[in-house]
């Protein structure tokens, strides 16, 4: 069995606007040291399967096909052995 | 400079629609191995300072009173020196 940690950010071209919003925010509630914000969707996947090579494939079309719009995000993961 | 990795979850006690309908569209694309699926939000802050343990507390009160809605969602997070 398999754990896939995913994670799904905007591309750095893309304007952020949530990331924009929650700085606007913080330096509002006076938080000034913070010099950066990242916001991005992250998943866990639990997959049964013996070979990580298929698995890691599986999970690329995975992402590619449902968790990520690939125009305007881009995706890593971390796979391991659970 | 510290780096704080934060990860907002769902509380198990409440239904997640996302992950469910993540599990659902997963089933219907013929991934029938996926045991699980868990969704959340992660966000990095960039913050200035020297004091460990100062910016570990303001990193704490950012996630209560903005990143994470308390009542339904945990979060956790790591932070790093950079």
Redesign the interface.
């Known amino acids: ?1 398999y754990k896939a940690k995913i ?1 799904v ?1 905007y591309k750095p071209s893309v304007l952020d606007p949530k990331a924009e919003a ?1 700085k606007t ?2 330096t509002r ?1 006076d ?1 000034q ?17 013996t070979d990580e090579a298929a698995v890691r494939d ?1 999970v690329e079309s ?1 992402c590619d ?3 990520a719009n690939v125009n305007m995000e881009t995706y890593r993961f971390d796979l391991e052995a659970v």
Chains 1, 2 share one sequence.
């Open positions: 069995m994670y950010n929650i925010a913080l509630m938080h040291n913070v010099q950066d914000v990242l916001y991005g969707k992250y998943f866990e996947l639990t997959l049964d399967g599986q995975i096909q449902l968790l």
